[in-house]
Every structure is written in structure tokens, then in C-alpha cells.
């Protein structure tokens, strides 16, 4: 069983940076791979950004949705068993709540159905 809090979310101007932290517990939490998604009002959610890893010594995987790519970077801390979101030049349009989401996988997960933990999600609000 794994938990996942997410924090980090708030307002900010367009240009602006955030960060946001996914922090998990349960044993093994590196060998998970965790997405982040976000839901706009009255829009579906989607996919932004995924980590994982193939192999347990290989370096992690990455991938972005197209919309944020060169503009956000997902990294985690395994030591810490967290995964981070930096947001950098945000837009209006990145306005949503953010979630973290998390699957015992080795391969790249963008579905939302794909994932079986989540967390309670964090406000991102951009200014215009």
C-alpha cells in the first residue's frame, strides 16, 4: 500500500515558477513509477509528467506531455521518498489541480487508469 501527499501548489503570475512535492510512504516506493496529471474545471484530466525506471540500476526514465515540455522537469529523491514537479514559466492555461499518482511498473504509464494510488491533488492557480 502506498500514501501520497502532495504539496507545494498555490498563486502565482504567469512567468512564474513552483515547485511541487509528492511525498509517499510504503516500502519499495523507488521502484514505483509516478506520474503526475491535472484536472482543469470541467476538463478531463491528464497526463503532464512520469518517472520510472526499467531496471533497478538503471538511471530513471522521464516523460512530459507536449504542452509542458522544456517548462517542467520531474525528478525524485528516493531517500526521501519523493517526487518532485518544478513548474518553471507557467502559463494560465497550467491552471488545475495537480496529482500525484503512483504504480508498481518498470514502463511508462500516461492514463490515469493506469496508476493505483493518488493523492489528494494541490491547487496550481496562474495569473494572467
Known amino acids: 500500500q502506498v500514501q501520497l501527499v502532495e504539496s507545494g501548489g498555490g498563486l502565482v503570475q504567469a512567468g512564474g515558477t513552483l515547485r511541487l512535492s509528492c511525498a509517499a510512504s510504503g516500502r519499495a516506493f523507488s521502484n514505483y513509477a509516478v506520474g503526475w496529471f491535472r484536472q482543469a474545471p470541467g476538463k478531463e484530466r491528464e497526463f503532464v509528467a512520469a518517472?520510472?525506471?526499467?531496471?533497478?540500476?538503471?538511471?530513471?526514465?522521464?516523460d512530459y506531455a507536449d504542452s509542458v515540455k522544456g517548462r517542467f522537469t520531474i525528478s525524485r529523491d528516493n531517500a526521501k521518498n519523493t517526487v518532485y514537479l518544478q513548474m518553471n514559466s507557467l502559463k494560465p492555461e497550467d491552471t488545475a489541480v495537480y496529482y500525484c499518482?503512483?504504480?508498481?511498473?518498470?514502463?511508462?504509464?500516461?492514463?490515469?487508469?493506469?496508476?493505483?494510488?493518488w493523492g489528494q491533488g494541490t491547487q496550481v492557480t496562474v495569473s494572467s
Open positions: 518517472i520510472y525506471r526499467r531496471y533497478r540500476w538503471s538511471a530513471p526514465n522521464t
Open positions: 499518482a503512483a504504480v508498481s511498473a518498470v514502463v511508462l504509464r500516461v492514463g490515469p487508469d493506469d496508476y493505483d494510488y
